[in-house]
């Protein structure tokens, strides 16, 4: 057997005597998402490190667990630390908590993440939903031995991010005057943040926000046939467009801004109750 679904098998296993019943949605917090986590009723959390092979966080923001409780009255488990190609973890490494929750039987996926607006009529502290995305990353999670036993070795990815989903989340939040945009992903490696030539080659392209997260993730589930919703937080004005340089403080101060909160908790709620 490919000796990466053995690992995940053993990681699965664990979380299987941990907690029987897996909850049929998994949120992975991105920067700034924190917070969702003191949202929990009921919490309760198990470490990367109890859990066999688990790749460990190397961002200190980020401690690495997984947290299982209800969030707005459904029964989610939240993965609070995410794991980035740009601090040398491989694609598939990334995107082994995401493959370990979906072995163990989580149906659907809502990947969070923090992006720079590239997409002119955006603007700072709005939200867009991931419709399709350009991974410039360089790196693929599929890329190795075939996973044949788990999914296919060329799966197809023009369904990605399920429409229905995002159809069905923008019906529930359109009354309460939210805006969510729909748009592409530009997937960059990072660490540095982009260049105004890269922005515009991006928006040459037709990405229409930037990040350097999320597709690594949301390969790996597509392949094993999961519901993937992706929501990046707008939280800054692409490099070239900006007034001022970027700054990843700045960046995590607009998901506190309570205007935000709300939007975001009203998005996380459509995509709940959308399911
Ligand atoms: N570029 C890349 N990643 C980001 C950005 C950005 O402008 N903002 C938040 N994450």
Known sequence: MNPTIERLYAARDAL?????????????????????????????????????NMPLCRNPKHPGRFVLGTLFGHRVI????????????RAEDVAFPARALALW???????????????????????????????????NPLTGLAFTEIGERFPDLSKLYDPDLVAGVQARIGARGTVLHEGVYGA??????ETPAEIRMLR??????????????????????RRVFAL???????????????????IADVLE???????????????????
Request: net charge negative.
């Open 105 to 139: 039987g989580v149906k659907t996926f809502l990947l969070t993440n923090a992006a720079g607006a590239i997409n002119p009529s955006f603007r700072e502290g709005e939200f867009m939903a991931i419709t399709d995305h350009i991974n410039f990353i360089g790196q």
């Open 188 to 193: 960059m490696p990072g660490p540095s943040y």
């Open 204 to 225: 040459l392209l037709g990405a229409d926000a930037v990040g350097m997260s999320t597709v690594p993730e949301a390969i790996a589930l597509g392949q094993l046939m």
């Open 16 to 52: 299987a005597r941990w907690q029987a019943s897996p909850p049929p949605v998994a949120i992975a917090t991105g920067s700034g998402y924190a917070w969702l986590v003191e949202q929990l009723e009921g919490a309760r959390s198990i470490a990367f490190g109890d859990i066999p």
């Open 78 to 89: 939240v993965q609070h630390g995410r794991l980035h190609c740009y601090e040398g973890h």
């Open 257 to 275: 801004r309570p205007e935000v909160r709300i939007d975001l908790e009203t998005i996380i709620r459509g995509v709940l109750d959308a399911l």
């Open 232 to 250: 990046s937080c707008l939280t800054n004005l692409a490099a070239g467009t900006a007034l001022t340089p970027i700054r990843d403080d700045e």
